[in-house]
């Protein structure tokens, strides 16, 4: 058998070799996938910036886009108002052209002025004309009042609402001539304030049963009406003395008898035994005083007690206040 012998020593040496050899291997790798990570981090970036690019053109072309349809939309409406007079938001615009001006007619009502000068029917207007329009003022104040009934039960406010008409040129598209228009709008008015109010109804000495809610109501109101702030309070009437009796001792019946071929009227057959009670008195019920809205009492009507007048076999008993009987037998 030849072949070469290794001694310890140069196994050793081998091994340590082979080690080394792969420690440079590993961190040869290690290295290589640094810089695939960088170049791939790189190219994300590169990307990146490209996809940026492309939505900012993306935008700035639609940017433009929009841009120019603006300028050409003005300049079609330039030119769609050139040498035309219209009425925008109240308010009077014209464009002259190198061949043609517009004019405007004043309607009946309003007054129009050209650079300081009233203008009363027709006229050619340019760019540089001041035009001012003043429309008539047509103005009712409002009013109100307060009205105590006879009785002084009720205070009613009448409140009477005031306008203002408010006169505004109609808008109107771009024309060759235009024939100005008004257009109005009401607006209410209603006076009415919390503190003047007080102080009539202070004067007039209404300072009992206020109705604070009406009051409320008539001050927010915008149509004219009544209102009713202060109430009085109605006496409760009282009730006069009266019998409650113990049974119906007067229903009477209609017989009809046969020797005398006539009718005859008979009270019921409603026996009483000897203490029944009859029937109880009740004393008057007083009524109770109300008051108006300044104040002053308004009594209740008076009340009285029954009279009563008691036939034989009848008696009172407990002050007074009950009928007995005294005597058994039928009660007529």
């Not at 109240?90 to 009502?109: F, L, N, R």
């Amino acid at each position: 058998m030849s072949g070469k012998k290794l001694s310890k020593g140069n196994k050793n040496k081998i091994e340590i070799k082979t080690g080394l050899n792969l420690s440079k291997t590993k961190k040869s790798q290690e290295k290589r996938e640094r810089k695939s990570k960088r170049l791939l981090r790189l190219l994300g970036e590169k990307f990146s910036l490209r996809k940026k690019w492309k939505e900012e053109d993306a935008i700035m072309a639609k940017d433009y886009r929009i841009r120019k349809t603006a300028m050409e939309i003005e300049e079609q409406r330039t030119e769609v108002q050139l040498g035309k007079v219209w009425v925008k938001n109240g308010q009077i615009y014209c464009k002259e052209s190198s061949a043609h001006y517009p004019t405007i007619t004043v309607s009946e009502g309003m007054h129009f002025y050209k650079n300081g000068k009233l203008v009363k029917k027709t006229t050619v207007l340019s760019e540089k004309d001041q035009l001012r329009v003043n429309f008539p003022n047509e103005r009712k104040e409002a009013s109100w009042s307060i009205q105590l009934d006879s009785s002084k039960m009720e205070a009613i406010l009448n409140v009477e609402m005031g306008y203002q008409k408010v006169y505004y040129l109609k808008d109107q598209e771009p024309s060759t001539h235009l024939d100005l228009q008004m257009e109005t709008k009401l607006k209410i008015i209603n006076s009415l304030q919390a503190t003047h109010l007080d102080q009539r109804m202070k004067e007039l000495g209404i300072n009992t049963g206020i109705q604070r809610q009406e009051i409320q109501r008539a001050l927010n109101a915008t149509e004219s009406g009544q209102f009713i702030i202060a109430k009085g309070l109605e006496p409760i009437q009282g009730k006069d003395g009266w019998v409650e009796w113990a049974s119906e001792f007067f229903d009477f019946s209609h017989l009809r008898s046969k020797e005398e071929n006539g009718i005859q009227h008979l009270a019921s057959q409603n026996f009483v035994q000897s203490g029944q009670l009859i029937g109880t008195i009740h004393p008057p019920v007083p009524g109770k005083a109300g008051y108006s809205v300044t104040g002053e009492s308004i009594p209740a009507n008076p009340t009285k007690a029954i009279q009563l007048q008691l036939g034989k076999g009848t008696d009172l008993m407990e002050q007074g206040s009950k009928i007995v009987a005294l005597l058994g037998g039928y009660f007529l």
